[in-house]
């Protein structure tokens, strides 16, 4: 016998811890906005005339649509989940045609007095679709590559789309749902290649003012990774010791030579022994494959020759492809410009915020960097400094701890779930807080570039709460109709 777990029933089996956390980020997130955007001469938290009052309206439209998303029929969901997201592609797409553009983007669509940005909505969507896929008759990820194709299609198009709105930071964000991938059976070594894309990436363009052996510090250092990726996959993923020691033995023995012909003043250029060395160690990880029929050694050729194009591709994509605006960034990030007066200026000011909170910080409305205005979208992207300068490091690690409680309750509810789709879906849950807690603060403390991610639950706006909170309460409908799987 199946229980009714409809109306009253459904809000019974509802994870209330979880909605008590989201409940104290929310109010935390109002109070932060209201420190943020204190006004001496209009001190009204709840004015609808101040940040703080239209947050506190949004965060009563966002209960009161919790409230309907748990009441809905789990099976709509499940059932509905591609035509969601067909929907909000179209939404997408026609966001792209009739959005204004506002500080160069068209991804904002204005509904008379307020403002929704199409794209945190997409999340939700994306996620249902994914989870829908997942859940299908006899799919499993590994079983094809038309499994691969298809999961990425639905995570990509989304992607593209907001592109087009030219948001590049809401795009980003999709990419997180790669850690999906790999809990749902993806090799590793997919998130290995992003790991070391970003470092390379990072390397090059960080050390690429001084030369080493006639090339830049930056590509040398990238070839003795690539090298030292070669010897770690033979010994590790490939299982073959004796190869990797030869493959070390023949780098050592080739640096030794140019060693000596440096010394006897015989130029060697840096860019040739380094291609050498590879190059002859690549092939003979070619001749150990037809001679053992180890076919993951193609593997280590293949990431080895894919990561060389990569890095000389480093220099053209971040002068052709990346914006004077995104390239000045990036360089501000990575410390090569420091550029106080422009690109930098958000950053640096947000860390003169946190560091002068210090330990216990100022004081709730008693900080001078945010009242004085001098942290710009301090409401928005950069709440965390009114957060670390008010409250200090105390109240800035409580606010980390807070998103650590919810992060690891949403897993701990993914890995009870008695269905695929439900799994899939609250990892995706997962993954997007992860990423956004991660960007954002590390765009205030200026390890990420600003791309212009707002934190979960704290940033002030409408669409990104309301995203959220149809991220959580679908998550906790979800959840709530295990029971019935147990009747």
Known sequence: MQQDTTGTSVLKYVDWFTVIVYILLVTAGMVSIYAASYDFDHANMLSFTEFSGKQFRWIGLSLGLGLILLLIDVRVYENYAYVIYAGVLLLLLVTIFIAPDIKGSRSWLVLGPMSLQPAEFGKFATALCLAKLFSSYNFVLNASRKNYARALLIIF????????QKETGSALVYLSLFFVLYREGMSGLVLLAALCAVVFFVVEVKFTGTLLLGIPVGQAAVFMMIMTLVLAMLAIYCKHVEAARNVF??????GIIVAVLT?????VPGMAYFLFAIGVSLVYCILLMFKTKARNLIITVGAALVSIVFLFSVNYAFTSILQPHQQMRIKVALGIEEDLRGAGYNVNQSKIAIGSGGVFGKGFLNGTQTKLKYVPEQHTDFIYCTIGEEEGFIGAAGVLLLFLILILRIISLAERQPTVF????????ASYLIFHIAINIGMVIGLCPVIGIPLPFFSYGGSSLWGFTFLLFILLRIDASR?????
């Not at 198009?157 to 087009?164: D, E, F, Q, R």
């Not at 033995?249 to 080739?254: A, E, K, Q």
């Not at 010394?263 to 130029?267: A, G, K, M, S």
């Open 157 to 164: 198009l989304p992607v593209i789309l907001i592109l087009g």
């Open 422 to 429: 439900g799994r899939v879906y609250a990892y995706c849950v």
């Open 249 to 254: 033995l023949w780098y050592v023995g080739t």
């Open 483 to 487: 029971r019935e799987r147990s009747f």
């Open 263 to 267: 010394w006897l003043n015989i130029p």
